[in-house]
């Protein structure tokens, strides 16, 4: 067992990075109950961003169509439409539920080993933990890989052309869509666009792996307190002398169960949407 133990913040403390990068609060701890206007403005800011980067998408293959042209990047483009929509979708559900996310974690925050080692080893909460960051973790180096890959590849590409093979006129691409509202011959201009799209990637990427890492800080912690249930129920002695001690030990076995039963029914309403949208997204 580690010096320091495992918290209820342990869990979430991933999560909630990636959130608030988003500016995005899901929910309000208990021992925390600030709220910061910054984060209000970050998240308009990127929305804004992230459908600006939509609407460009969208009027690119409009062009397309009407003049018949650049099949092969419309096609391109065309799976972009919907990460973009399932991206923002996930970010909206969980601005939109934020009350409901509070109650769950008032819920569970309770019921979390408290900082001793008895209550550390019977719940086996650092096992539970390392498990935990190991997905979060992978599926942050997918998700920052694959953001990192589309935003950075068409400078790499520049860079091999242009200084190390010496290519004569090589010109910059953008990263997601060629198109843009204004003349792209400037450098102000190509940039500008290249850090709208370039955010805009970044924004729905991490909406996904937030509300995903969000959704596997709980399971976790649920998985945690129904394996320690269990284990409580089976270590239960079945002879005569004990019949008292066991009976109390059901009821509170029982007032335990129901209070998880009332966790799951919370994480039902909060996440139900975003378990549909993780289907239909594959």
């Not at 990460?83 to 925050?109: C, H, P, S």
């Amino acid at each position: 067992m580690p010096n320091t133990f495992v918290t209820f913040e342990d869990f979430m403390s991933m999560p909630l990075f990636f959130w608030h990068t988003l500016g995005v609060d899901p929910y309000k701890t208990v021992t925390e109950r600030s709220e910061s206007r910054w984060l209000d403005v970050k998240l308009v800011m990127q929305l804004v961003n992230l459908n600006f980067g939509f609407g460009t998408v969208l009027t690119f293959l409009y062009v397309c169509y009407k003049n018949s042209e650049h099949f092969a990047e419309a096609c391109m483009v065309v799976a972009f439409i919907g990460f973009i929509i399932v991206g923002e979708i996930k970010i909206l559900t969980v601005w939109k539920k934020r009350n409901q996310l509070d109650a769950l974690m008032r819920e569970m925050e309770p019921l979390f080993p408290s900082a001793t080692a008895k209550d550390q080893e019977q719940y086996q909460a650092d096992l539970y933990l390392r498990r935990s960051r190991k997905v979060m973790k992978f599926l942050t180096y997918l998700f920052l890989l694959l953001v990192a890959i589309y935003n950075l590849y068409d400078i790499a590409q520049f860079i091999l052309q242009r200084y190390i093979l010496q290519l004569p006129d090589v010109k910059m691409s953008l990263p997601y869509c060629q198109y843009a509202s204004w003349s792209l011959d400037t450098k102000l201009g190509f940039c500008a666009m290249y850090a709208i799209q370039a955010i805009a990637g970044y924004t729905c990427t991490m909406g996904q792996l937030a509300s995903d890492i969000l959704i596997y800080g709980v399971v976790m912690q649920d998985i945690m307190h129904f394996d320690n249930l269990s284990r409580t129920l089976r270590e239960l002695s079945s002879t005569q002398e004990d019949a008292t001690k066991n009976l109390r030990t059901m009821q509170q076995l029982i007032i335990y169960h129901n209070k998880l039963l009332g966790q799951v029914f919370l994480y039902q309403m909060c996440y139900r949407n975003l378990f549909h949208l993780n289907f239909t997204s594959i």
